[in-house]
């Protein structure tokens, strides 16, 4: 049954994406100038749900997946495993900045070093420091990239293990 319910979860999830993007329906504000990357670990103060979710997800641990794969330093593959490579205060290599190592969540809301600053109880102002997503996933979710001819058959056993270990998390959450 809980299976059912996270099928139907991740379904309309994946419907109302393709429908922002096939539409083209933008819900973005920009991120105010001068703001950097800070980090997922730094929005636990006010979004602790969101984060411990977020926590669960492949995003989370997407640098990992090149560290097993000896891509952690492939600029083609950093750019859509970690947050804000290439950018200014974003990933630079995970000993300097491992704070943004993974897919964190300003990839989607943009820099947040000004939206962490707001008082939580005021939502305007909160709103008005923060990006909301309108379409960033097609950067790295893009079928025309054709990623997997160039990382092949090797990361597959890699991947595999990765989705068991992430398979047994589930099912150990559902236990409980």
Same mark, same amino acid.
């Given at each position: 049954?809980?299976?059912?319910?996270?099928?139907?979860?991740?379904?309309?999830?994946?419907?109302?994406?393709?429908?922002?993007?096939?539409?083209?329906?933008?819900?973005?504000?920009?991120?105010?100038?001068?703001?950097?990357?800070?980090?997922?670990?730094?929005?636990?103060?006010?979004?602790?749900?969101?984060?411990?979710?977020?926590?669960?997800?492949?995003?989370?641990?997407?640098?990992?997946?090149?560290?097993?794969?000896?891509? /952690?330093? /492939?600029?083609?593959?950093?750019?859509? @495993?970690?947050?804000?490579?290439?950018?200014?205060?974003?990933?630079?290599?995970?000993?300097?900045?491992?704070?943004?190592?993974?897919?964190?969540?300003?990839?989607? @809301?943009?820099?947040?070093?000004?939206?962490?600053?707001?008082?939580?109880?005021?939502?305007?102002?909160?709103?008005?420091?923060?990006?909301?997503?309108?379409?960033?996933?097609?950067?790295? @979710?893009?079928? @025309?990239?054709?990623?997997?001819?160039?990382?092949?058959?090797?990361?597959?056993?890699?991947?595999?293990?990765?989705?068991?270990?992430?398979?047994?998390?589930?099912?150990?959450?559902?236990?409980?």
């Amino acid at each position: 049954m809980q299976s059912r319910i996270r099928l139907l979860v991740v379904s309309a999830a994946t419907v109302a994406i393709a429908g922002f993007l096939t539409l083209g329906i933008s819900i973005s504000a920009d991120t105010p100038d001068g703001a950097t990357y800070v980090g997922a670990a730094k929005c636990r103060k006010c979004h602790s749900k969101e984060l411990r979710s977020w926590q669960k997800m492949p995003h989370a641990n997407a640098f990992d997946i090149l560290t097993t794969v000896g891509k /952690d330093a /492939d600029p083609e593959c950093v750019k859509c @495993h970690t947050t804000g490579y290439d950018e200014d205060t974003g990933f630079v290599d995970h000993a300097s900045t491992p704070e943004l190592a993974g897919v964190g969540c300003e990839m989607c @809301h943009g820099q947040a070093s000004e939206h962490i600053l707001v008082d939580k109880k005021d939502t305007e102002a909160g709103k008005a420091t923060i990006a909301m997503p309108a379409g960033p996933c097609v950067q790295c @979710h893009n079928p @025309h990239l054709d990623r997997d001819a160039e990382v092949g058959k090797e990361a597959l056993p890699v991947l595999r293990q990765k989705l068991e270990a992430l398979q047994a998390r589930i099912d150990a959450l559902e236990a409980e």
